[in-house]
């Protein structure tokens, strides 16, 4: 798989007829190794070993509902209250990230009405936190530590 723009990080893997496979330590299964599996994984050992996220608020590919279509979103880190408090849209390294990202994201959030929104392709890594007193979006410098959310 292509480098990404994040730390490296060991991962478990598993040869199948299917392809390869990757372990998520979230789902706890092996899933089928893609270019926008290996963003995802990565993006989730970076928000837990570098911004300390805690992988037991995290859920991996949520399905939602949004204007009766079914969407998954590919990361959702929940707040200790249990809501939704960041969401993390992952696309494939080859993929650049344009407005169709954030229109993409945005969708979901309209459902899930998170504070912060991120959006990767493993090389290139935006977030934004929402501001819904003032219906904007500030986009920050860098992801946050969890500890500043």
Not at 12 to 21: C, D, F, H, M
Not at 32 to 39: G, Q, S
Not at 66 to 77: F, K, L, P, T
Request: aromatic share 12%; with cysteine; proline share 4%.
């Amino acid at each position: 798989m292509i480098k990404l723009n994040l730390p490296e990080y060991t991962f478990s893997y598993n040869k199948t007829e299917a392809g390869l496979q990757v372990y998520d330590r979230i789902r706890k299964k092996f899933v089928l190794l893609t270019p926008e599996e290996w963003v995802r994984q990565n993006t989730v050992c970076f928000l837990i070993e570098e911004k300390k996220y805690p992988a037991s608020l995290m859920v991996v590919e949520l399905g939602l509902k949004y204007n009766a279509m079914q969407n998954r979103s590919d990361i959702v880190i929940y707040n200790t209250l249990g809501k939704p408090h960041v969401i993390v849209e992952c696309k494939a390294p080859e993929v650049k990230v344009t407005q169709n990202a954030f229109d993409q994201i945005a969708r979901y959030n309209f459902t899930l009405k998170a504070s912060y929104l991120i959006v990767t392709n493993g090389l290139s890594h935006y977030c934004c936190k929402m501001d819904y007193e003032n219906n904007s979006i500030v986009f920050l410098k860098d992801i946050p530590l969890y500890s500043e959310l």
